[in-house]
């Protein structure tokens, strides 16, 4: 997706969780095709590549958790540690 702020995707992980990569350097559907709305990501499918786009200084990820009815990256009241939330899970960086 892309909007003023940047080129992003988001995810749907659970009920009122999404996962959201932002600053990304080229739409997701341009990146790998099979990234659409209602496909299912696995960990080894590629999601983006970093970029710089919209109000960026540098390449980067910006890369965030958010629950509760948070809809976007400036939900920041939303905005959870999935490491913290989520310890089961296997985060790799």
Same mark, same amino acid.
């Given at each position: 997706?892309?909007?003023?702020?940047? +080129?992003? %995707?988001?995810?749907? %992980?659970? $009920? @009122?969780?999404? !996962? !959201?990569? &932002?600053?990304?350097?080229?739409? $997701?559907? +341009? *990146? %790998? $095709?099979? +990234?659409? @709305? =209602?496909?299912?990501?696995?960990?080894?499918?590629? +999601?983006? @590549?970093? =970029? #710089?786009?919209?109000?960026?200084? =540098?390449? /980067?990820? /910006?890369?965030?958790?958010? *629950?509760?009815? =948070? #809809?976007?990256?400036?939900?920041?009241? @939303?905005? !959870?540690?999935?490491? !913290?939330?989520? $310890? %089961? &899970?296997?985060?790799?960086?």
């Amino acid at each position: 997706m892309e909007d003023e702020y940047s +080129v992003y %995707n988001q995810y749907e %992980n659970a $009920p @009122k969780l999404r !996962i !959201i990569y &932002m600053h990304l350097q080229e739409s $997701p559907t +341009v *990146t %790998n $095709p099979a +990234v659409v @709305k =209602g496909a299912t990501v696995t960990t080894s499918m590629l +999601v983006g @590549k970093v =970029g #710089t786009t919209g109000a960026s200084t =540098g390449n /980067h990820l /910006h890369f965030s958790f958010i *629950t509760d009815g =948070g #809809t976007d990256a400036s939900t920041i009241s @939303k905005t !959870i540690n999935p490491m !913290i939330s989520y $310890p %089961n &899970m296997n985060f790799t960086y």
